[in-house]
């Protein structure tokens, strides 16, 4: 167990963490100037970003284009179709059809975990619009950096100065 990083803080942290979760939380994102780079289905969008609060408006920006534009962001459909028998029935099947059984209650979990995961998402994405919260509109940016056209990233710029020797 250490002591978190942070001046006057003190609080116990987890081994190998810098700062304690508190900390994290409030630590900015931009600690020197950075180029957001969105690559978008008709090209790049790229902001200089000197600070969060430039990071966040401009995610803001870009989501907010994004839901206009209509075809970035789809309410989920319906749920998956659950298997029409219970993990219960499963016990009582054929020795045969049970291996086959089961993994179909398997699935059906697992396409319900990333279902209940999208319709998070979209949700947290409709309410950043509507909020106009720029951290949400963010992470929810971050989130959805899966999709093909979604990607996002911060890209280090360099100093034209000379290097210092
Ligand atoms: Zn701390």
């Not at 059809?97 to 089961?102: F, H, P, V």
Request: glycine share 6%; proline share 6%.
């Amino acid at each position: 167990m250490g002591r978190c990083k942070t001046k006057d803080c003190k609080t116990p942290t987890v081994a190998g963490m810098g700062l304690c979760r508190d900390c994290q939380r409030k630590k900015p994102i931009i600690e020197e100037p950075r180029l957001l780079v969105f690559k978008e289905k008709h090209g790049e969008r790229n902001f200089y970003i000197p600070d969060d609060a430039t990071l966040f408006k401009a995610a803001l920006k870009v989501l907010t284009d994004r839901f206009k534009e209509g075809y970035w962001y789809y309410k989920p459909e319906d749920p998956p179709k659950a298997p029409d028998f219970t993990k219960e029935q499963v016990a009582s099947m054929p020795e045969s059809m049970r291996a086959d059984a089961t993994k179909k209650l398997m699935k059906h979990a697992e396409a319900m975990r990333y279902y209940v995961r999208e319709v998070e998402d979209y949700n947290d994405a409709v309410k950043a619009v509507n909020t106009k919260d720029g951290r949400l509109a963010w992470q929810s940016l971050r989130n959805s950096s899966g999709g093909e056209y979604q990607g996002c990233s911060l890209e280090r710029l360099e100093s034209a100065e000379p290097d210092e020797d």
